[in-house]
Structure formats: C-alpha cells, structure tokens
Nanobody
Framework: QVQLVESGGGLVQAGDSLRLSCATS????????IGWFRQAPGKEREGVGC????????YYGDSVKGRATMSKDNTENTAYLQMNALKPEDTAVYYC????????????????????WGQGTQVTVSS
C-alpha cells in the first residue's frame, strides 16, 4: 500500500525555520520525484518545489526561492523540505506528492502529473 506521510508542521513565528518530512512506503522512492505543494485557506494548491528521483535536480516556486531547500534520502524512503525565514504568507497545509515521470522545469508544478499524495501537515506562521 502506497503511503506518503508528512510531518514537522506546527506554529512558528515569522523568521523561524521548519523542516518538513515526507515519509514514504509502498514504492521505491529512488524511482520517484517528490513535489511539495501548499494550500492556504481559500486559495488554490500551489507548487513549492520538486526534486528529481536522484535528488540532484530541484525546481522551486518563486514564492519560496532562496528560502527553501529540498532533499531526499532514498535509503530512508524520506524526503525533506527545509523552509527558512518563514513569513505569515507561508501559512498553509503542506503536501508532498510522488511522480514516476521525471519533471521538467516547465511542468513540475502540474498537480495532475503526480501519482501519489500525502494528507498534508499544517504550517502556521505568526507575525
């Protein structure tokens, strides 16, 4: 059974850092790219970033570029999203998603190209 479970969210203050984890099971993470998305209340789910299956190529959304770093440990079946200098506008439910087809720079943010999704973890940034 395929599962992606996000953790590491919580309530933080502006300027703080968080590391979100995406624990996977039921498939070989080494063959899958991992995307991170977020959804704020009343807004569309937007792409935060995506990391290739080998962990060497990454793409980031404009809203987090320079503040976010993704990584993945294929031996531990876990992917990570490090967020620094958090802002109140980063408040959202954060999701990880897995895709078998490697993404391109122009397509990594397309939600329908992801095969599996987690349930999300809430991140709240207070000002």
């Amino acid at each position: 059974q395929v599962q992606l479970v996000e953790s590491g969210g919580g309530l933080v203050q502006a300027g703080d850092s968080l590391r979100l984890s995406c624990a996977t099971s039921g498939f070989n993470l080494g063959f899958y790219a991992i995307g991170w998305f977020r959804q704020a209340p009343g807004k569309e789910r937007e792409g935060v970033g995506c990391i290739h299956s080998n962990g060497k190529t990454t793409y980031y959304g404009d809203s987090v570029k320079g503040r976010a770093t993704m990584s993945k440990d294929n031996t531990e079946n876990t992917a990570y999203l490090q967020m620094n200098a958090l802002k109140p506008e980063d408040t959202a439910v954060y999701y990880c998603a897995a895709r078998l087809r490697e993404p391109y720079r122009a397509t990594w943010h397309i939600k329908t190209e992801y095969d599996y999704w987690g349930q999300g973890t809430q991140v709240t940034v207070s000002s």
